[in-house]
């Protein structure tokens, strides 16, 4: 092929980004590419990028500056730009930047190999058109040995009006269950515990699959699809994100509650605790009906922890409103709230509206609402507290190479001492002995069995 040996990926963006690059990894790693930790020693450069918000796009430029100079004094560098920032721009992105190789939007991740043959007999490519997505058959290069992400649902079909991904991303695809069912087995086999699926909305999965039961109802659902790979051997735990309020039904809340290797964490962002601006931006529920979600989560599962995005500053929001997220957070007792301010982002309807709030007022409120958020969680770790939890040990703690971490079933980030040799994807029972707002720290409670 060509002299090139050693390549670098940056992820930027969402845990989907995060998996799309563990793919476009593995299918460098099948071409005989090998990863180098630093890009300025990389003779190929992928920065996979988000255009969530301003910032998050601001951020790529000004590492594609840096490489597209150092392009000039290699010039067999080769540059990739993939991802939601590359399908936003397209062509335009090779106007602003024309040292890049190879632009390429999401859906495009599986065909890296391809698109880099046409790259290297010599054309710059561009890949943005909307494709139906193929099954991967390379393994992913994963970044863990003992959690995994595994897509199920790429895409969305929502209308948000502030939201870039529906644009980014294309239509919704589910997977089959059973492409899903056997990329688990195999992650199984080779010694995962722990599987996160993931979706833009995952809990609309199915929508697009055949399938419907004798009674009319829709098979094919996030529920069935629970129930179909829930006992694949090796995998203990199942997790999954991001979930729409929209699409949470109670038979899916029971399915969490029965099934043993669901663990009790949600995450399902409500963005505004405020109806009329809940309506503005297209959400499809009112703060009562994301309410009546969390308590009937609560009912079956009363220790579940629940977690969230939110975006303060959104065009038009009333101070009064914004007292309505703030109450909504208070009254239900967030274990983690991922907040935002506002950011007008091209192709969104709500960037065009008149009534957009200055950065001040926007940033004003994102602190009230941070302030408030690490209050709780703190309230909310500290019901930890001697508590006995079960970790599965991911890593050593980077800041006291006595100690190991991982996460509990809640997703709390724990400490403990110990030998990651021995412990590394282990489940092991610790009891909790200090709470802090986003982390434990504990002693473990028996000597786990070392397979
Ligand atoms: N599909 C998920 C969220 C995907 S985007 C859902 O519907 O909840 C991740 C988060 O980014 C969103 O939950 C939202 O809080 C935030 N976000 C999206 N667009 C934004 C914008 N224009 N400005 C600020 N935050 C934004
Ligand atoms: Fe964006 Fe809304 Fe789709 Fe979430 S549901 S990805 S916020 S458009
Ligand atoms: Fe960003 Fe694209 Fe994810 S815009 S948040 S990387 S879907």
Redesign the pocket.
């Known amino acids: 092929m060509t002299a090139l040996r050693r390549y670098h990926i940056t992820t930027f963006g969402?845990q989907m980004n995060k998996a799309d690059s563990e793919r476009m990894g593995g299918i460098l790693d099948d071409m005989g590419l090998v990863w180098t930790e630093d890009p300025n020693q990389a003779d190929l450069v992928l920065y996979n990028t988000c255009t969530?918000?301003d910032n998050a796009e601001q951020k790529v430029y000004s590492y594609l500056g840096r490489q597209a100079k150092r392009k000039h004094e290699q010039p067999d560098l080769t540059l990739v730009v993939a991802g939601c920032v590359a399908q936003q721009e397209g062509e335009a992105l090779l106007r602003r930047v024309p040292e890049l190789d190879l632009v390429m939007g999401p859906q495009h991740a599986n065909r890296l190999g391809e698109l880099l043959e046409q790259v290297f007999s010599g054309t710059q490519v561009v890949a943005t058109e909307p494709i139906e997505i193929i099954e991967d058959i390379t393994k992913p290069r994963r970044d863990s040995e003992v959690t995994a992400w595994v897509n199920v649902i790429y895409g969305?079909n929502?209308r948000?009006t502030?939201?870039?991904?529906p644009g980014v991303r294309g239509v919704e695809q589910s997977r089959e269950p059973t492409a899903i069912r056997s990329e688990m087995a195999a992650i199984g086999q080779q010694g995962y515990r722990e599987v996160t699926l993931l979706g833009?909305?995952i809990d609309a999965y199915g929508r697009d699959l055949p399938g419907i039961d004798a009674s009319g109802r829709r098979q094919n659902t996030l529920t069935d699809l629970l129930y179909f790979v829930h006992d694949v051997p090796g995998i203990e735990r199942i997790r999954f994100a991001?979930s729409?309020p929209r699409y949470f039904t109670e038979r899916l809340i029971q399915a969490c509650a029965e099934l043993p290797k669901l663990c009790e964490h949600f995450h399902i962002?409500f963005?505004s605790g405020d109806n009329a601006v809940l309506k503005a931006m297209a959400r499809g529920y009112t703060h009562e009906k994301y309410r009546r979600i969390i308590d009937t989560i609560r009912r079956y599962m009363p220790d579940a922890s629940i977690s969230a995005?939110?975006?303060v500053g959104f065009p038009g929001e009333t101070e009064a409103q914004f007292q309505n997220t703030l109450r909504l957070v208070a009254d239900i007792g967030f274990d983690l709230l991922?907040t935002?301010?506002?950011?007008?982002?091209p192709g969104?309807p709500a960037a065009l509206w008149p009534d957009q709030l200055d950065e001040e007022v926007k940033k004003d409120r994102l602190q009230r609402l941070n302030h408030l958020v690490s209050q709780q969680a703190e309230a909310r770790s500290q019901r930890y507290q001697n508590r006995i939890e079960e970790v599965l040990v991911e890593a050593i703690n980077p800041k006291d190479p006595t100690q190991v971490m991982g996460r509990t079933r809640g997703n709390r980030l724990t400490f403990f001492e110990g030998d990651i040799s021995q412990l590394k994807g282990q489940l092991v029972p610790v009891q909790v002995t200090e709470t802090r707002a986003f982390s434990l720290t504990a002693v473990p409670l028996l000597s786990p069995v070392v397979a």
């Open positions: 969402c969530i918000r969305c929502e948000c502030y939201c870039v991904v833009q909305n991001t729409h962002p963005q995005d939110a975006i991922n935002a301010a506002y950011s007008p982002r969104t």
